[in-house]
């Protein structure tokens, strides 16, 4: 069984920065593609980054220039780092799985971290 554990979510001002990170268990991390998804309250959850096995990345138009997703296969750790943060960031941010080669299938999430933004 697969879990996702995320953490570095919190509280700070408007122009702020925070790291998130995502702790996989498991033996899928290197062959999986990685993404942060955020919802925020009465909205749907929406992708922000996302990074693939081999490192490629994307990211949503609002974040772009402002997060940076990353990943450290050594430690089956993938990284957010936000920066220049405003108040419509406000949202539960979660981690999620899904493959990165053919033939397999899963979908895994976290519980997700909180952040709020302060105006």
């Known amino acids: 069984q697969v879990q996702l554990v995320e953490s570095g979510g919190g509280l700070v001002q408007a122009g702020g920065s925070l790291r998130l990170s995502c702790v996989a268990s498991?033996?899928?991390?290197?062959?999986?593609?990685m993404g942060w998804y955020r919802q925020a309250p009465g909205k749907q959850r929406e992708l922000v980054a996302g990074?693939?096995?081999?490192?490629?990345?994307n990211y949503a138009d609002s974040v772009k220039g402002r997060f940076t997703i990353s990943r450290d296969n050594a430690k089956n750790t993938v990284y957010l780092q936000m920066i220049s943060l405003k108040p419509e960031d406000t949202a539960v941010y979660y981690c999620?799985?899904?493959?990165?080669?053919?033939?397999?299938?899963?979908?895994?999430w976290g519980q997700g971290t909180q952040v709020t933004v302060s105006s």
């Open positions: 498991g033996n899928i991390f290197s062959i999986s593609n």
């Open positions: 990074i693939t096995s081999n490192g490629r990345t």
């Open positions: 999620n799985a899904q493959p990165g080669w053919r033939g397999l299938d899963y979908d895994y």
